[in-house]
């Protein structure tokens, strides 16, 4: 009885918050949708917030849940029901169990929309915001200024293009250059070719044989990865699917492509996946711990500020560092450990 009371007015609260931040939303983008595209129409508007809604719930839904909580856990501390719970032997975590459920549901909600659903979403509104907003030609299945390894014993290639349009196959700007223990021993060079599956055909190519001291122009086929494999990189990490996402990571190193970039959003999607759960947890300790609004407040906001702080810190130092990702995730744990601890006291109760 008194879980379904507790999650009845949480779910009332929580619905509330979140309809008012996207009617406040909704408010701003009639007027963007109006004032600022260049392109305007119904189906373009229906378009973009359709594609808006899951990325908002993903980036704000842990801040809307912790606010929820707060205010909910609010009037039942005005009503002490929380010290009379307590009273009867019911611990705090307890007492909160059903909020903390319905958090770890959402996490896991978050989590399945990562794979597939908010990047896609993403993908979508910056693809109205280029072609609409802008008013700009959107450059789709396009790889630039490409550079790949391949390493064969003690052999290894280097390869470069200049432009790889992976829905084709064209490529434009060709070059390879092949080193043999530490010596380089042959080029090749084309203005244009072709890449179907794993062979990438040069019909004009001028190939330079440095060991013979030989120059020539012929057809030349290749043997390489297959072209889907690096389909993905014409597309921005934060617009793949998961799936996309760890096929880059495991291959990267092998094909020389910074594999850093793709392992890092998969840890921020699945960082923020769970945070909701975190968040819940130090909201709710802070609220029947200290019994106090403006305490619980700040524990939500601090939290949800660090929390993106934290993966921005992350993200800086991947870029601009060489310090190994695992180390970097490291960075992280303050929020799991202060969550942990959270846990522990709301299962040890506090004095009534």
Request: charged share 20%.
């Amino acid at each position: 009885m008194l879980n379904r009371y507790i999650l009845f007015n949480y779910l009332k609260t929580f619905l509330v918050i979140f309809l008012a931040i996207l009617g406040i939303l909704y408010i701003y983008l009639l007027s963007e949708f109006f004032l600022i595209f260049k392109e305007k129409g119904w189906h373009i508007f229906l378009s973009y917030t359709l594609n808006l809604l899951p990325v908002l719930f993903f980036y704000i839904g842990s801040f809307v849940t912790g606010l929820a909580l707060v205010i909910s856990f609010r009037r039942f501390i005005q009503r002490k029901i929380d010290l009379l719970s307590q009273s009867f032997g019911i611990s705090p975590l307890r007492f909160s169990s059903i909020v903390l459920f319905f958090s770890f549901f959402l996490s896991l909600l978050d989590l399945f929309g990562s794979y597939n659903l908010y990047p896609r979403s993403q993908k979508n509104l910056y693809r109205i915001e280029k072609e609409h907003k802008k008013a700009k030609e959107l450059e789709r299945g396009i790889v630039r200024n490409l550079w790949l390894i391949e390493e064969k014993n003690s052999i290894r290639a280097f390869y470069h293009f200049d432009l790889v349009d992976v829905s084709s196959g064209l490529l434009m700007g060709f070059y390879r250059l092949k080193v043999v223990e530490s010596s380089i021993s042959e080029v090749i060079t084309a203005e244009k070719g072709e890449w179907k599956g794993e062979v990438i055909e040069l019909r004009e190519a001028h190939l330079k044989d440095l060991l013979k001291g030989e120059e020539s122009t012929q057809k030349i086929t290749l043997n390489y990865i297959n072209l889907s494999h690096i389909a993905s990189l014409a597309e921005k990490p934060e617009h793949l699917a998961m799936k996309e996402l760890f096929l880059l990571s495991f291959i990267g190193k092998e094909i020389g492509i910074n594999q850093r970039h793709y392992l890092y959003e998969i840890a921020r999607r699945l960082l923020n996946s769970i945070f909701t759960f975190l968040l819940s947890l130090v909201v709710a300790w802070a609220c029947l711990r200290w019994r106090r609004l403006e305490w619980a407040l700040l524990s939500l906001v601090a939290v949800f500020f660090f929390h993106w702080l934290l993966l921005a810190l992350i993200r800086s130092l991947m870029e601009n560092t060489g310090i190994s990702f695992s180390l970097l995730l490291s960075i992280y744990l303050p929020i799991p450990v202060l969550s942990l601890k959270a846990l522990y006291d709301l299962g040890k109760g506090f004095r009534v």
